[in-house]
Every structure is written in structure tokens, then in C-alpha cells.
T-cell receptor, first 113, second 114 residues
Framework: DTAVSQTPKYLVTQMGNDKSIKCEQN?????MYWYKQDSKKFLKIMFS???????INETVPNRFSPKSPDKAHLNLHINSLELGDSAVYFC????????????FGQGTRLTVV | AQSVTQLGSHVSVSEGALVLLRCNYS??????LFWYVQYPNQGLQLLLK??????LVKGINGFEAEFKKSETSFHLTKPSAHMSDAAEYFC????????????FGGGTRLMVKP
């Protein structure tokens, strides 16, 4: 059983489109995250979602919006895609304590053309 | 704010040689420190973590790391490199204002030569 799964694995789309990436975890964790990995492999937190409390990294454009229908799911919706949004997006989950391990999905490679 | 610096974006070793990947952190509170590994086209997998217990932490695949508060370091080592160790390695920190969100270093690509 995959602990953290995200779909799709690859996404190619045109500028200006709106797209969503889905994430599900079966670990019973209370907290889920979205991280962005750029072309230089640098990883940065985008969002943290815990018990309906959303913590947003202030550098994330408001075109990005996380949506959590329940504790096991955290989807990422992106409006008006730009070339600079091309990256690998990772979903992760953990318990809400700073000393616990985060489990990562396989990533979604988004290419905006 | 917390930060992590990984010295050396690329490290190359011969198979069987010592692996040393460097990580220095900056934190205003006692940190929790992690090493994650990323294989090509994969997600991140935890190698080991420091959570204020023993300063020498042993992880999976023969890796270990030592927390040195005086040097603000958490370097990753492995006595003998294997070809399968070739991957991207990330040091990360949590705690303080960041709570449970990971702040990553820039990553180090480990290459293992036969």
C-alpha cells in the first residue's frame, strides 16, 4: 500500500490553464503539506494543513490554493499557470509535531508550455 | 528564522570510500534535524533524524550523523560507499516558528564511482 500517493505523476499544460494535483495519505496523519522542488532541486514549503488550519508560505502566489476535503486528502489547485510554475510538486504528511518524520509522495512533474 | 546550508552541491567518491556530506544549520531554538535521500524520479525518504536524544544518530543503509551544537553541524557519514548510494541528499530542520514544516538545505548530489 502506498502511504502518500499523488496524481498525476506528470502534467503538461499550456500557460493560462487551471490545473489540480491530488494527494491522499493512508497513514492517519493529522498534517499534510505541499512542497515545491525547482529545477535546481531546491525544496521549499508551500502549505501546511492541520485540522483545517492552513499555514501559507508568504512567498506562494495566490494563484495556488490548497483544498482539503478531509484529513486524508490535500489537493493543490493552480490558476492561470505560468512558465515559472514548472517544477516538481511533492505532497507529504506527518503527525503535527516538529520531531516526527514526514512521508513524501512520488511527486508530480508539472511542465507549463 | 531557521536555515540550512549544505556545503558542496556535488560530491564524488569511489565505491568503498568514506562518504561525508556536510550540513550546517541556523536556529534560534534547539532544532530537530533530518537527513532525507531522493533517488531519481522518486520522493524523499528519511535516512535519520536528531531529536535531542543521542547526538550520534544511526540511520538506514549504514548512514549516521553527529549533532554538534558548538559547530551548528549535522554532517552525514557512511564508512563505505556503495553504488546504490548515488542519489540526492537533503538536510532539513524543523522547530521554532516553523513548527513541523521542513526547511531544507540546497541538497548534495552524491556520485559513486566504480
Amino acid at each position: 500500500d502506498t502511504a502518500v500517493s499523488q496524481t498525476p505523476k506528470y502534467l503538461v499544460t499550456q500557460m493560462g490553464n487551471d490545473k489540480s494535483i491530488k494527494c491522499e495519505q493512508n497513514l492517519g496523519h493529522d498534517t499534510m503539506y505541499w512542497y515545491k522542488q525547482d529545477s535546481k532541486k531546491f525544496l521549499k514549503i508551500m502549505f501546511s494543513y492541520n485540522n483545517k488550519e492552513l499555514i501559507i508560505n508568504e512567498t506562494v502566489p495566490n494563484r495556488f490554493s490548497p483544498k482539503s476535503p478531509d484529513k486524508a486528502h490535500l489537493n493543490l489547485h493552480i490558476n492561470s499557470l505560468e512558465l515559472g510554475d514548472s517544477a516538481v510538486y511533492f505532497c507529504a504528511s506527518s503527525q503535527p509535531w516538529a520531531d516526527t518524520e514526514a512521508f513524501f509522495g512520488q511527486g508530480t512533474r508539472l511542465t507549463v508550455v | 528564522a531557521q536555515s540550512v546550508t549544505q556545503l558542496g552541491s556535488h560530491v564524488s567518491v569511489s565505491e568503498g570510500a568514506l562518504v561525508l556530506l556536510r550540513c550546517n544549520y541556523s536556529s534560534s531554538v534547539p532544532p530537530y534535524l533530518f537527513w532525507y535521500v531522493q533517488y531519481p524520479n522518486q520522493g524523499l525518504q528519511l535516512l535519520l533524524k536528531y531529536t535531542s536524544a543521542a547526538t550520534l544518530v544511526k540511520g538506514i543503509n549504514g548512514f549516521e550523523a553527529e549533532f554538534k551544537k558548538s559547530e551548528t553541524s549535522f554532517h552525514l557519514t557512511k564508512p563505505s560507499a556503495h553504488m546504490s548510494d548515488a542519489a540526492e541528499y537533503f538536510c532539513a530542520v524543523t522547530g521554532g516558528n516553523a513548527g513541523n514544516m521542513l526547511t531544507f538545505g540546497g541538497g548534495t548530489r552524491l556520485m559513486v564511482k566504480p
